[in-house]
């Protein structure tokens, strides 16, 4: 047991994945299963008094060689559903958290400086970037320490706080900083209420170690004297939540975005990766030759991969690539496309399986 980061509570443990494996998404087709060693246990905990889910806490350099020492699963996206926001605020100094692979820079005034901290950064991502943009490839601790001249009025994380450890250590850092602590904060987290209704193997792997809602995110706010001042969903299933916290504002959020039972997110996990991987597992038993397995995002690889190896003595069979091929199986749907025309026209009708939300198989 520890305490909850939301309410310094008692957690209890609601799941155990032992001996977690690694199926990132850019393994080389030729790479044998078998040979994959785990990474370590995987411990789901959940507040005995508020319900917050996260992980049992990691030793800082397990998340470091997660982030830079695995191949890394990288989306192309854009954050426009968010230019008429900094449009209105009109930040002058933005310093974006781990922003390396699709900054905000795109949708921001030529004349505002933007620092991006990202300590896995790649090289290539500077290149054909304004001017306006440094690159600092440290985490947070070290660049506060380090930090000198002009504070950030805004701070940005798109996909970030989910990824945090400690989200209270780091709020606690962050915020009671000379270079932060006066700064509007714009925060981007996955709707986990969606995914645990339409892909609940998303919900649970070593990258995403909190599962945070408006009620939590507020909570943790309200520490610093910070209030939402905004509030906004995207997506066609409302897949993921937008706020922005400012010192002094507050804003009535509707009452059944406030609610909480994260007990579903473990019961309809369970149920659907149990489901899911014992049609796969009636699938491949049937078939002599390998087939292939769609990489999805690297945490649903791996998850599903954990328990499908623990259920089927046929997961060997499975080889990983990034090519779509005729007889795709959507893991979510267990729908058989049997033509690319169709896998299309599936995305774009669920356009919610894009950008990795989904995993297949393909004979």
Request: hydrophobic share 35%.
């Given at each position: 047991?520890?305490?909850?980061?939301?309410?310094?509570?008692?957690?209890?443990?609601?799941?155990?994945?032992?001996?977690?494996?690694?199926?990132?998404?850019?393994?080389?087709?030729?790479?044998?299963?078998?040979?994959?060693?785990?990474?370590?246990?995987?411990?789901?905990?959940?507040?005995?008094?508020?319900?917050?889910?996260?992980?049992?806490?990691?030793?800082?350099?397990?998340?470091?060689?997660?982030?830079?020492?695995?191949?890394?699963?990288?989306?192309?996206?854009?954050?426009?559903?968010?230019?008429?926001?900094?449009?209105?605020?009109?930040?002058?100094?933005?310093?974006?958290?781990?922003?390396?692979?699709?900054?905000?820079?795109?949708?921001?005034?030529?004349?505002?400086?933007?620092?991006?901290?990202?300590?896995?950064?790649?090289?290539?991502?500077?290149?054909?970037?304004?001017?306006?943009?440094?690159?600092?490839?440290?985490?947070?601790?070290?660049?506060?320490?380090?930090?000198?001249?002009?504070?950030?009025?805004?701070?940005?994380?798109?996909?970030?706080?989910?990824?945090?450890?400690?989200?209270?250590?780091?709020?606690?850092?962050?915020?009671?900083?000379?270079?932060?602590?006066?700064?509007?904060?714009?925060?981007?987290?996955?709707?986990?209420?969606?995914?645990?209704?339409?892909?609940?193997?998303?919900?649970?792997?070593?990258?995403?170690?909190?599962?945070?809602?408006?009620?939590?995110?507020?909570?943790?706010?309200?520490?610093?004297?910070?209030?939402?001042?905004?509030?906004?969903?995207?997506?066609?299933?409302?897949?993921?939540?937008?706020?922005?916290?400012?010192?002094?504002?507050?804003?009535?959020?509707?009452?059944?975005?406030?609610?909480?039972?994260?007990?579903?997110?473990?019961?309809?996990?369970?149920?659907?990766?149990k489901n899911l991987t014992t049609s796969i597992d009636r699938y491949i038993k049937r078939i002599d030759q390998k087939i292939a397995l769609k990489k999805g995002s690297g945490g649903s690889a791996n998850l599903f991969m954990f328990y499908l190896k623990n259920e089927s003595d046929d997961y060997l069979k499975l080889v990983p690539t990034d090519?779509?091929?005729?007889?795709?199986?959507?893991?979510?749907?267990?729908?058989?496309?049997?033509?690319?025309?169709?896998?299309?026209?599936?995305?774009?009708?669920?356009?919610?399986?894009?950008?990795?939300?989904?995993?297949?198989?393909?004979?």
């Amino acid at each position: 047991m520890n305490n909850c980061p939301i309410c310094n509570s008692r957690t209890e443990t609601v799941l155990e994945l032992i001996d977690f494996p690694v199926i990132m998404p850019s393994l080389p087709e030729d790479h044998k299963l078998k040979k994959i060693k785990p990474i370590g246990d995987l411990h789901i905990e959940k507040c005995l008094n508020c319900g917050f889910i996260s992980n049992k806490k990691q030793k800082v350099e397990f998340y470091k060689h997660l982030y830079t020492n695995t191949p890394k699963y990288q989306v192309k996206k854009n954050h426009i559903h968010w230019k008429k926001t900094f449009d209105r605020f009109k930040p002058i100094n933005v310093l974006e958290i781990g922003g390396g692979i699709n900054n905000v820079g795109s949708i921001l005034d030529k004349k505002t400086n933007l620092s991006v901290l990202d300590y896995s950064i790649e090289n290539e991502q500077k290149i054909n970037c304004n001017e306006n943009i440094r690159f600092i490839k440290q985490d947070l601790k070290e660049h506060l320490n380090d930090f000198s001249g002009f504070v950030y009025d805004a701070i940005f994380m798109s996909h970030v706080c989910e990824h945090i450890p400690d989200i209270s250590d780091y709020f606690d850092l962050l915020l009671k900083s000379e270079a932060c602590r006066n700064a509007k904060i714009f925060i981007e987290i996955p709707s986990f209420d969606f995914y645990s209704k339409f892909a609940p193997y998303y919900l649970f792997n070593f990258e995403h170690c909190t599962h945070l809602n408006t009620f939590y995110l507020k909570t943790i706010m309200n520490r610093y004297d910070y209030k939402l001042s905004e509030f906004f969903s995207i997506g066609i299933k409302q897949d993921c939540l937008c706020y922005v916290f400012e010192k002094g504002n507050n804003v009535k959020i509707a009452e059944n975005d406030e609610i909480i039972d994260n007990t579903k997110l473990i019961q309809n996990f369970e149920r659907s990766i149990k489901n899911l991987t014992t049609s796969i597992d009636r699938y491949i038993k049937r078939i002599d030759q390998k087939i292939a397995l769609k990489k999805g995002s690297g945490g649903s690889a791996n998850l599903f991969m954990f328990y499908l190896k623990n259920e089927s003595d046929d997961y060997l069979k499975l080889v990983p690539t990034d090519n779509i091929r005729l007889g795709n199986i959507m893991s979510s749907t267990n729908q058989m496309i049997v033509s690319e025309n169709l896998f299309n026209n599936f995305i774009e009708l669920n356009p919610y399986f894009e950008n990795g939300y989904h995993s297949g198989f393909l004979s």
